[in-house]
């Protein structure tokens, strides 16, 4: 059909870097995590405990697949050779599919582990907002996990249906945040997080009038509701962190924190890769204890 | 021999309709495991405890409100879908709402012929639960005569005691291998075991529980036992779930075994046994039956579970515990936070987990998992 509109709106950039001031020739010690969302893969490659490169993309149906497309994609630019890497671990939804991990670890751990290197030492209670799920994850000064919550049976309020929402409304996902504080008031929330019930209410918002802007706001403070809900139950500790997808739009988050009346720690790093971060951290404590890979 | 308490478990209706057949005995289902198997078993009428199918169901929406547990739900559908139809009555220990719900609703949709409800006390803390639970016992022995067609005399009594009590000690004595260092059972075969209790005679299960005790002592178990686990709280025989985390090991880099519950369908129901110093055999049962250890709804003022608990996690030497509670469970959840702040400030680390009549296996590996990741002290990883 002529002009049909064919952008997909939900898709957000794959992305990946490489560190400009670290020569991989020179490390002791080379660590990979490698994060196999529902939603979202990375690879996060460490030399001797420093972030060296990563990549960011999307998850296929195929997890050993993701896993080798994001190892290759982070490692794109830097010549390293695969043989060169010491010790891997997988985490998240597909962790035991890693094919190249010597073992795995639940994204849980890795989350908090790797908060603890993005944000720094002082963060206590980590939110992660993933592809599929929700979790909130209270942690020591090393990053160890002493409790944590996940949303139950159900994946409403996550990044998935972020995206849906965005391609539902035509607006770009990473425009969302934005446009969502562009609107005269405050609309009230949608009543329901659920992909489905939410969608069927936001197209009758539009058909009554309602402007796009405020649909979306509507739905980013339903969103920022029910993870309220999952963060009271374990009760926020200072310093408050956020990781996965979802931490880039404003326009939950900033929601989010006026209701627990807390400012997050902020960071430059991409908050996708705190799983993979803390994974590939893991890797590096054992190497350097001698509990590496058997030669 | 451990596999014939899974084949039991699987083919419960198979095993009980070929008994019937096979003894002419009569057979009687009951819902909690407040019903005195005893006065049973005295009249030769075999009691069946009826437990759920953890299958999805959609025959009890008319007869159970949506925030009823999913337990007595699933239970009730049982009766409904016919998969009894074979027994000659039904019945019913009080013990809570819901269950109580599932026994009536089945007493007027099913016409079980023969039905009993036996008004077990709640408040079991107090000095007349015993005296009244006698003369209740006495209404409810008139009640099984007239199904037996046979007077029960107090030696029928004591027979029936007897057979109760070697049961719970066999299956005590078995659990008694849980606390080696590498168990030679799992909690999987042990849940296997205790429910296929509730669902075949005590005088034939009691010779095989005695050779698999035989057979334990010589058995060791190629796995790693990983954490020692215990689960607390509502009824549960979600076998899938328990499953699952005992084979977590072979897959992820942490594993466990469930070495102790305390569930109605394990210790709860059998750990306690029926004092045969006491001269009236009836008082002797009623006695059991207030001084078990109690489900949550007759728990109360004192919260006597807690140091039974306790004293479980200690004896079996449990690294964590994970509290289950069927959804909308209200007297396990009310007890929840108080189990958790106890066991917690005993050392104990807790992880809590909401059960369905089907378990999301997924998500409550990755769970479970992480909860023990944080029981496993890797100080490697930091």
Redesign the interface.
Known sequence: MAGENTQEYWRWTESHWKNPDIRWEDAKIVTVGIDVGSVSSQAVVMTDGHLYAYSNMRTGSDSPESARNALNFGLEETNMPESRIDYCIGTG?G??NVPMAD???????CHA?GAHFIYGPEVRTVLDVGGQ?CKAIRCDE???????L?N??CAAGTGRGMEVFADLLSVPIIDVGERSFQVKEEPESVSSTCVVYAKTEATGLLRKGWQVNEVLAAYCSAMAHRIFTLIERIGIEKEFAITGGLAKNRGVIERLMKEIGLEPMRTDWDTQIAGAVGAAL?GY??VQ?G?GRKK | MLEKFQEWYENRHEYQEKYKERTGNKIVGYFCTYTPEELFYAADILPVRILGSHEPQDVTEPHIFGMFCPFCRDALAQGLKGKYDYLDGITIGQSCLHLRQAFTSWDLHKNPGWSYFLPMPNHVQSKRAVPFLVEEYRLLIKKIEELAGKRIRDDDLRQGIDIMNKVRQAMKEIYEFRKEENPPITGTEAMYMTCAQFFTDAREFLPVAKEVNRELASRRLDRDPGKRIMLIGSENDDIEYINMIETLGE???VGCTVVVEEHCTTTRYFWDEVDTDIDDPVRAIAERYVLRTPCPSKDWPQRTRLQRILKLAKDFRVDGAIIIQQKFCDPHEADIPFIRRFLEDNGIPTYFL?FDVTV?SG?FA??T??FL??LEAEE???
């Open positions: 939804y962790r035991v073992r795995s670890i639940t994204e849980i751990a582990r799920d090393k990053g160890k996990v002493v409790n944590f996940m139950d049976k893991f404590a054992l204890k509990k | 897959r992820e880099s909401e999301a998500p990755v769970r998992e992480a990741e944080t490697d990883l930091f």
